[in-house]
C-alpha cells in the first residue's frame, strides 16, 4: 500500500499509518454519507447491493494516482447493484475544486462527521491508511481489503459472482489480506514532533534504511530518511537540480537528515546546508550564468484557488500530477524547480499574497505549464541570469 507524505504546519507531518479494526468475513459496519457530491444514483440505498467503497483524500496523491485504474474497472462492469463509492471526510466545496480537475467515474461522497472512517479505522480516530478500498457484498459481509490499485477485474468479478456460501476472496490465490507496514522511522518522527522537551536536534548521516520517506512540520521539523543526496539538497533549498553541479559519486547516495528547532525563527537553513556540506566534504561556490527560464506571471487571480487550509501545508505526488495544499506562490515555484529538469522563476510583477491549493500536471515541461495556465498564469521563456551552485570536494 502506498505510503503517504503530507505536512500539518500546526500539529504534525508523517506518513499516515496505522491498523483497520474491521476484518474479512464480518459484517461491514454502517457507512455514513453526510454529502452526495458526484454521479448522485437515485437508489441511495446501499442495502442489498456490492459496494467497492475507496477512502481517499484530496491531498492525497496515490489516492488521485489510483482514480484512472478503478475508473477502467468501474467501466466493465455494468451492473446496477454494483457501486463504485469513493468516500473522504472532507467538505464538498474541497472535494468539487478536485473533481474540477480530476474526473470520477465513481460515486463521490463525503462523511465529514467520519463515522465512517472512524469505524472502518481504528475505531477512535478514523482510517489509518489511505487509499484503502474494502469490497462488500449484497449481504453485507467484508469480502476484500486492499490497495485500491491491486484490485483487479477477476476479483470483481469473482465478488459479484459469489454468494455467501463460496469462500471469500481473502482465501483466493490471487489476493492477499491488508498488510500494514511499520517502518520505525515514523516512530521516530512522531516521537520527534511530540516531545516537547526537545527543542533542538540536527543530525545527518548515511542512510541504512530501505524505505525512502520524507516528513515535514515546515522548516522548524522535518525529516529525510534513505533519500539522495541530490534530492535533499535540491528540495531543501529549491533549487532545480541542473543548477547545482556535484559530484556523480555523492549525487545519488541516501542520506537521513533530522532536523528540529522550535528555537528559531524557521528560517536557519544556512546552519543546515553548513552542517550537511561539512559532513560530505564539500564547498560551495555560487557561479552566475545566463539561462533560459519559464518566467510565471499571473494574469487572472480569480483562477487561482485560495486554500480552505490554512494550517495544514502538503504536497503529493500523484504519479504524472503533484498536489500541493495550502502554497505560497513562490513556495510553488520553489518546489517545481526542485521536481523538474527545468528553470521555473516567478515575475517580480506578482502581486498576490496568500496560500492556495494546485494540481500541476508534471509528465512533460508543457503539461505543468498547461496547469498553470488553467490557474490563470501567462509562462513566458526568458533568459534571466541565474544562480548555479557547484559542490567541489574540499581540498
Given at each position: 500500500m502506498k505510503k503517504i507524505t503530507f505536512i500539518l504546519l500546526t500539529i504534525i507531518h508523517s506518513t499516515v499509518f496505522g491498523q483497520t479494526?474491521?476484518?474479512?468475513?464480518?459484517?461491514?459496519?454502517?457507512?455514513?454519507?453526510?454529502d452526495w457530491i458526484l454521479n448522485i444514483p437515485k437508489d441511495k440505498n446501499l442495502a442489498n447491493k456490492f459496494v467497492v467503497l475507496e477512502f481517499w483524500a484530496t491531498w492525497c496523491g496515490p489516492c488521485v494516482a489510483a482514480v484512472p485504474h478503478m475508473n477502467e474497472l468501474q467501466a466493465k462492469f455494468k451492473n446496477p447493484n454494483l457501486y463504485f463509492i469513493s468516500i473522504t471526510d472532507e467538505s464538498k466545496e474541497k472535494v468539487e475544486r478536485t473533481l474540477k480537475r480530476i474526473d470520477f467515474k465513481s460515486i463521490v461522497v463525503s462523511d465529514v462527521e467520519q463515522k465512517t472512517q472512524i469505524q472502518y479505522g481504528d475505531g477512535k480516530t478514523g482510517i489509518g491508511e489511505i487509499p484503502l478500498t474494502v469490497l462488500i457484498d449484497d449481504?453485507?459481509?467484508?469480502?476484500?481489503?486492499?490497495?485500491?490499485?491491486?484490485?483487479?477485474?477477476?476479483?470483481?468479478?469473482?465478488?459479484?459472482?459469489?454468494?455467501?456460501?463460496?469462500?471469500?476472496?481473502?482465501?483466493?490465490?490471487?489476493?492477499?489480506?491488508?498488510?500494514?507496514?511499520?517502518?520505525?522511522?515514523?516512530?521516530?518522527?512522531?516521537e520527534l514532533i511530540t516531545n516537547k522537551e526537545i527543542l533542538y536536534k540536527l543530525e545527518f548521516k548515511k542512510s541504512k534504511s530501505k524505505y525512502p520517506h520524507i516528513s515535514k512540520g515546515g522548516l522548524k521539523l522535518f525529516s529525510y530518511t534513505a533519500t539522495n543526496f541530490i534530492d535533499i539538497y535540491a528540495d531543501l533549498?529549491?533549487?532545480?537540480?541542473?543548477?547545482?553541479?556535484?559530484?556523480?559519486?555523492?549525487?545519488?547516495?541516501?542520506?537521513?537528515?533530522?532536523?528540529?528547532?522550535?528555537?528559531?525563527?524557521?528560517?536557519?537553513?544556512?546552519?543546515?546546508?553548513?552542517?550537511i556540506l561539512k559532513t560530505v566534504g564539500l564547498k560551495k561556490t555560487k557561479l552566475?550564468?545566463?539561462?533560459?527560464?519559464?518566467?510565471?506571471?499571473?494574469?487572472?487571480?480569480?483562477?487561482?484557488?485560495?486554500?480552505?487550509?490554512?494550517?495544514?501545508?502538503?504536497?503529493?505526488?500523484?504519479?504524472?500530477k503533484l498536489i500541493f495544499t495550502s502554497y505560497t506562490l513562490n513556495d510553488l515555484i520553489k518546489e517545481l524547480n526542485a521536481y523538474s529538469t527545468e528553470r521555473f522563476s516567478i515575475s517580480t510583477n506578482n502581486k498576490v499574497e496568500g496560500k492556495f491549493d494546485f494540481i500541476i500536471e508534471v509528465k512533460s515541461t508543457d503539461k505543468i505549464i498547461k496547469s498553470l495556465e488553467s490557474y490563470g498564469f501567462k509562462v513566458h521563456n526568458i533568459e534571466k541570469e541565474i544562480e548555479v551552485w557547484q559542490l567541489a570536494n574540499e581540498k
Open positions: 479494526i474491521i476484518k474479512v468475513g464480518q459484517k461491514a459496519p454502517q457507512i455514513t454519507v453526510t449481504k453485507g459481509y467484508v469480502s476484500w481489503i486492499g490497495d485500491p490499485q491491486r484490485l483487479t477485474e477477476s476479483t470483481l468479478n469473482d465478488f459479484i459472482m459469489s454468494d455467501k456460501n463460496n469462500k471469500l476472496l481473502i482465501n483466493s490465490t490471487t489476493i492477499e489480506p491488508l498488510k500494514v507496514e511499520i517502518v520505525s522511522e515514523k516512530d521516530d518522527f512522531m533549498f529549491g533549487q532545480a537540480k541542473n543548477n547545482i553541479l556535484m559530484p556523480d559519486s555523492i549525487k545519488n547516495e541516501k542520506f537521513d537528515l533530522t532536523y528540529k528547532n522550535m528555537k528559531g525563527n524557521g528560517q536557519d537553513l544556512l546552519e543546515i546546508e553548513s552542517h552566475s550564468q545566463n539561462l533560459p527560464v519559464h518566467e510565471v506571471l499571473i494574469l487572472d487571480n480569480k483562477l487561482l484557488e485560495k486554500t480552505l487550509d490554512e494550517d495544514f501545508s502538503a504536497k503529493s505526488d500523484a504519479k504524472d
